[in-house]
């Protein structure tokens, strides 16, 4: 089955890099694909005089256009290819690999050593940067647009259901052949055969009537006879074979994450100083924890931040109250590995274990 690995990239160097360890790894350039911007790529056909033209590492850029045109192929889903396209955008260079599934795990791990991003955390950065941003204070001769104050607000709280069905499938069977297969056998048989013997004796003697009656011409006769072998075959039913099919029914338990939307109410501007709560609460406490653990390795702050709030979500939740982290270890790392595929569970879990001791007052 093949299995397509996509990645958003920051810059085109960065970009260069991931097409270039590819194809070190053995992935065929046919299978590789660098998307932009379709101004971007008009600007780099009139720089090439109305050719594509190559960079250094021999790569060619494509339209994004050609992403939506795959979608249905590739298997993403339309809100994937809305943050794609949006990051692409703003600047950024889109890789797609297409490769088997034996190799799709090194892929994603190329994509990753080289800062692809994490597509629906940056999502998020931008939905908080678009509503974070107020409009400037107008100079003099021009005009702005005045604030406005929202009266009511609607949030869609989702939650996802978990429906099981069924569907038949192939699992192997029985072919059965029948040919043909000779061997070779001996049997003994005895055969008679009869031979005439002719003898000749010297007698003298008187002739006796019985000679003289057999004194004249005549011919006597005596024929030999012999046996000889006669064989024939006899086919004859000796075993049979019988195929059936016979029918067996076991419980399977399906193990899935639901996702719900979760509405956090802040008040704030009562008269008294701002508190923070929630994960903010504790944010200057994880840049620390960062910066100790994790700060030499070379990796933002923000590679970080998806486990930081994924660990405070688990020390917040009163279904894991009470529970002792090496026995929800494993549940977690699952948890985490379906969220986050790209991200690997030891690079993480030490981030991800103090955010849920703080969130539960531990430490």
Do not use: C
């Not at 040919?179 to 056998?185: A, G, L, N, S, W």
Request: glycine share 8%.
């Amino acid at each position: 089955m093949i299995n397509t690995v996509v990645g958003l990239l920051d810059n085109r160097s960065e970009a260069e890099k991931v097409v270039h360890d590819l194809e070190r790894e053995g992935f065929g350039r046919d299978h590789i694909h660098v998307m932009t911007s379709d101004v971007e790529y008009e600007r780099e056909l009139g720089a090439a005089g109305g050719a594509q033209k190559e960079s250094g590492l021999r790569f060619v850029l494509s339209k994004l256009g050609l992403l939506e045109e795959r979608r249905h192929e590739i298997g993403l889903p339309a809100e994937d290819i809305r943050y794609y396209s949006e990051g692409v955008r703003r600047g950024g260079l889109l890789v797609t690999v297409e490769t088997d599934e034996s190799h799709a795990d090194r892929a994603a791990e190329i994509l990753e050593e080289h800062g692809a991003v994490n597509i629906e955390e940056r999502a998020g950065q931008w939905q908080q940067t678009d509503m974070t941003q107020q409009p400037t204070m107008g100079k003099a001769g021009t005009t702005t647009e005045p604030m406005r104050t929202a009266e009511e607000a609607k949030i869609p709280v989702v939650e996802e259901e978990l429906k099981v069905g069924k569907r038949a499938v192939k699992r192997g069977g029985v072919r059965v052949y029948t040919h043909v297969k000779e061997r070779p056998v001996d049997e003994d048989i005895t055969l008679r055969e009869e031979h005439v013997n002719v003898e000749r004796h010297r007698v003298d003697r008187p002739v006796s009537d019985a000679d003289m009656a057999a004194f004249k011409e005549g011919t006597i006769e005596l024929t030999e006879t012999g046996e000889e072998a006669v064989a024939s075959k006899e086919a004859r039913v000796v075993e049979e074979v019988t195929v059936s099919k016979g029918v067996t029914e076991h419980i399977e338990t399906i193990h899935d994450t639901l996702r719900r939307t979760e509405v956090d109410v802040e008040e704030f501007g009562r008269g008294a100083a701002e508190t923070p709560s929630g994960f903010e609460r504790f944010d200057a406490d994880f840049r620390q924890h960062y910066s100790t653990h994790f700060g030499n390795q070379g990796q933002p702050y923000d590679r970080y931040l998806p486990a930081y709030r994924f660990g405070h979500a688990l020390g917040s939740d009163p279904a894991y109250s009470g529970k002792d982290w090496a026995a929800l270890e494993p549940d977690v790392r699952r948890v985490w590995e379906k969220k986050q595929p790209s991200s690997k569970w030891d690079q993480m879990k030490n981030a991800i274990h103090y955010a849920w001791e703080r969130a539960r007052g531990h430490r």
